[in-house]
């Protein structure tokens, strides 16, 4: 299957402290996906981003796509401690073929 | 939240027996996925259908097979559970397959498999 670089893998910051992270790929897709997961929970869609360049807020989310198709970044702002799970990047190809990255394990100290 | 649930939420098996999970849907979606998550693999799709009857094969199918009678419901089996399909198994829907916000999945809560 497609291969998605996600990093960092983890990541231990203070609340209130801004937080990065990004996913790439070798392959192009046509949709990038950004889910956090709770412990015991299934993923839950943050932001969904269908065009390259876009640029899409949810809050204190912000997330872009790329505009080479290639790659994604999610930034966190302002951080809280329900902040704290693995976020999972996601990209689609087509009709059915989604594929995920391997997390981003956020913990948030307050 | 959209209406998915699993079942069961907990399973511990042996070796060699067959196991059955069901993935249930109140959204009326038609299409629906089974994943599988590993540590250092994310989610990996295992077989998903686009109708009743129409199922067709992921990246990780071997050892698994599924059947989807109504659309409300989307089950997973293993015909004779191995160690290695030990796993946290996700079901997800769609209204419809591909990009744009029609094709975003959406989640179940999840089962945990353990195969002993």
């Known amino acids: 299957g497609q291969q998605l670089n996600q990093s960092p893998q983890s990541m231990f910051i203070q609340e209130g402290e801004d937080v990065s992270m990004n996913c790439t790929s070798s392959?192009?897709?046509?949709?990038w996906l950004w889910y956090k997961q709770d412990p015991g929970e299934g993923p839950v869609l943050l932001i969904a981003l269908y065009k390259a360049g876009e640029l899409t807020s949810n809050g204190r989310l912000t997330a872009q796509f790329g505009i080479t198709r290639k790659d994604s970044f999610l930034n966190i702002s302002a951080s809280i401690p329900s902040d704290v799970g693995i976020y999972f990047c996601?990209?689609?190809?087509?009709?059915?073929?989604?594929?995920f990255g391997t997390g981003t394990r956020l913990t948030v100290i307050p | 939240d959209a209406g998915i649930t699993q079942s069961p939420r907990h399973k511990v098996t042996e070796t060699g027996t067959p196991v059955t999970l069901r993935c249930h849907q109140t959204e009326n979606h038609r299409y629906m996925y089974w994943y599988r998550q590993d540590p250092g693999h994310g989610l990996r799709l295992i077989h998903y259908?686009?109708?009743?009857?129409?199922?067709d094969k992921g990246e990780v199918s071997d050892g698994y097979s599924v059947s989807r009678s109504k659309t409300e419901d989307f089950l997973l089996t293993l015909e004779s559970a191995t160690s290695s399909q030990t796993s946290v198994y996700f079901c997800a829907i769609s209204q419809l397959p591909g990009q744009g916000p029609q094709g975003t999945q959406y989640f179940g809560p999840g089962t945990r498999l353990t195969v002993l």
């Open positions: 392959s192009i897709f046509n949709t």
């Open positions: 996601a990209g689609q190809t087509g009709a059915n073929n989604l594929f």
């Open positions: 259908s686009y109708g009743v009857k129409d199922t």
